[in-house]
């Protein structure tokens, strides 16, 4: 088998290290932003204050162990940066498409589940900003507005946008935690390292006739808010084909490249074409360092933004024992804010425009890529499908199943039910099933030079942080 040669790495990583160095690395960030972006969303919101509310900080050490899925999006993206696959052309193969058929699955049905919340939280705030209108005509009307950005725009616009959107959350999270008065860094920080502290409600829950919703269900339903969930996962290894990363590097059709290359691997269900030379090793560790640098920034934007909302619970709403509601998800969190001081609460309403607005932009595209990308390996007509057709294709079906359920809201369906159920899937029972077969690819196909033991053990390591939180069924 003729061995390729992988592109030479970004001169940057060649440089010794320096302050300059490591400025550069910012440049760096960009897919990272997406998923910070569609991360920090109504999950946030709505579930991090309250939850910040009763649990007494209890539950922050969800936001450290979400790291685990930030290390299988790491190990997943550098297998497709080093080989040219995507993970689910391999699954397609490999597991003969049983993971890529659940996926599908679990898209068609819980997708809608997304538009249906994230139209009416943003419909919420959009009337309440405005002070006028029907909450649902500026929710559909929004909706509208990302597809058609989704459709027209390319990635690059999406790219800078959500670059604007997360810088603008983190600092409007920011500066609202820290007007806080009686902010004490002491009491907060050991409980991000309390990992399996699992907190009942508190009595005053059980009088206001919040404590409805099982304990268990919300832990695992906020873990999935801050994971990396299998949409971004699988759209991920689509956007740094587009970036040029990897062995994508300077290449003008990367799309062209991952088929041909994944027409080798199916000859032998292996990838023997990278060379075991030293040299060719080397050059693999510093052509996956953008989406290491990538990863890292994203977690940490959504770590802030996550534990400042949830901070912001607990010593905004837990003293006043209020929670948010179904249709009161967001104004009385602001008057909470604006109680500190009156500029807040513009600050808080642009913050929450741009999360969600940001959200429903960023997940329509990765929706789309993810489906598509889980799709192409076992259907030859989506293969040979544009993927602007198919993007508009599934959209047309979001709208017409996410804006019904949308008005079933107004009825009394749950948005914090449906909110939590969509999480559970797509953010953690999902990722778990998608980091075992990340596992299991790398080592039964990867030349052993460029699948190192420590990975693998991260990887199992990674799962194993993400099961904790279903060990709150027994607490």
């Known amino acids: 088998m003729k061995k390729i040669s992988l592109p030479e790495p970004d001169e940057v990583f060649k440089e010794r290290p320096s302050v300059r160095k490591y400025l550069r690395y910012l440049s760096f960030f960009g897919p990272g932003a997406i998923i910070a972006s569609v991360t920090i969303g109504q999950g946030q919101l709505i579930l991090g204050p309250q939850i910040g509310a009763w649990s007494d900080l209890r539950l922050l050490w969800l936001i450290t162990i979400n790291v685990a899925s930030y290390i299988i999006a790491y190990l997943s993206c550098r297998y497709t940066l080093l080989t040219g696959l995507n993970m689910m052309d391999v699954f397609s193969t490999k597991l003969r498409g049983l993971l890529n058929i659940l996926f599908i699955v679990i898209m068609l049905i819980f997708i809608p589940l997304f538009a249906a919340t994230i139209v009416t939280s ?203 509601t179904d249709m009161d998800l967001l104004r009385r969190q602001a008057l909470i804010f604006s109680s500190i001081s009156p500029w807040l609460k513009p600050l808080y309403q642009v913050s929450v425009f741009f999360a969600l607005f940001g959200t429903i932009y960023g997940g329509f595209e990765a929706a789309s890529r993810m489906l598509y990308e889980t799709s192409k390996s076992l259907f030859e007509k989506v293969s040979r499908a544009d993927y602007q057709r198919f993007m508009k294709m599934f959209l047309i079906y979001i709208l017409t199943t996410g804006i019904p359920l949308a008005i079933l809201v107004r009825f009394g369906l749950s948005v914090i039910i449906l909110l939590t159920l969509m999480l559970l899937f797509i953010g953690v029972i999902g990722v778990i099933i998608y980091g075992i077969g990340t596992l299991y690819a790398i080592k039964t196909t990867l030349p052993r030079e460029y699948a190192p033991l420590h990975h693998l053990v991260l990887g199992i390591v990674a799962l194993i942080m993400l099961i904790i939180p279903f060990f709150s069924f027994t607490a």
């Open 122 to 324: 943003l419909g919420q705030s959009l009337a309440w900003i405005f002070g006028f209108g029907d909450y649902l005509f500026w929710g559909i009307s929004f909706a509208l507005l990302a597809v058609i950005l989704a459709v027209v725009g390319r990635y690059r616009l999406l790219e800078y946008t959500q670059l604007a959107f997360v810088f603008i959350l983190a600092v409007g999270a920011i500066i609202s935690v820290a007007m806080i008065r009686d902010l004490n860094l002491l009491d907060i920080v050991p409980h991000f390292f309390t990992i399996g502290d699992f907190p009942r409600y508190p009595e005053w829950v059980y009088e206001i006739g919040e404590a409805t919703k099982p304990i268990p269900l919300l832990v695992l339903g906020y873990l999935g808010t801050l994971t990396i969930t299998i949409v971004t996962l699988i759209s991920y290894t689509g956007w740094v084909k587009v970036k040029g990363w990897g062995i994508f590097k300077g290449k003008r059709d990367p799309e062209k490249l991952s088929k041909e290359l994944f027409s080798i691997y199916k000859r032998s269900g292996k990838v023997d074409y990278l060379s075991p030379d030293e040299e060719e090793v080397r050059k693999a560790v510093m052509l996956t360092r953008p989406v290491l640098i990538d990863l890292s920034l994203a977690f940490i934007f959504v770590s802030l933004a996550s534990a400042t909302y949830m901070i912001a619970g607990y010593y905004l709403l837990g003293p006043r024992h209020e929670l948010p």
